[in-house]
């Protein structure tokens, strides 16, 4: 015959058994952002429901601006004109339109009409400036584009 306290020790044992079931999550990065900055950041994001959307939701919940490591001077109208100059100067990272009205976020994308002699930025790779080329190829010898 089981006795009683061996009957409550064996269930105790059990619901622990149970419960253990690894370490506890611990939370590794915590972010203090209003819900408002969220809403700026993703404008299309419907904050009304809960996000149960699969595969989960990407949110932007902080920005930043590239640097421009290379600017030029444009001698052209044309968006695809000056891409297609300097496109080939870039080997390691290249140059495309969308590309470049990411990097100038002034034109219109539609459009992408230049302003003659205005400065735009063809790069936000350090690697990418003429200049810098050879010594990028010593340091990411990978990335080296021989011609």
Known sequence: MVQPLQTIVSVVALVTAAAASGPR??????????????TQYNPT???SVPFTQLPRTPICV???KPVCEWWVATE???????VA???P??????????L???????????????NIGQEYCVSNSW???????????AWFPETCVTN
């Open 45 to 47: 994001l419907d904050c």
């Open 76 to 82: 052209t109208a044309s968006c695809t004109a000056l």
């Open 127 to 137: 690697c990418d400036v003429p200049a810098n080329q050879e010594q990028c190829c």
């Open 62 to 64: 902080r920005k930043y």
């Open 100 to 114: 470049f009205i990411q990097l100038n976020d002034d034109l219109d994308e539609s459009s992408c009409t230049l």
């Open 25 to 38: 999550e611990v939370c590794t990065e915590t972010y203090f952002v209003s819900v408002d900055i969220i």
């Open 89 to 98: 100067q870039m080997p390691n990272y290249g140059l495309n339109r969308a």
């Open 85 to 87: 100059e300097y496109a």
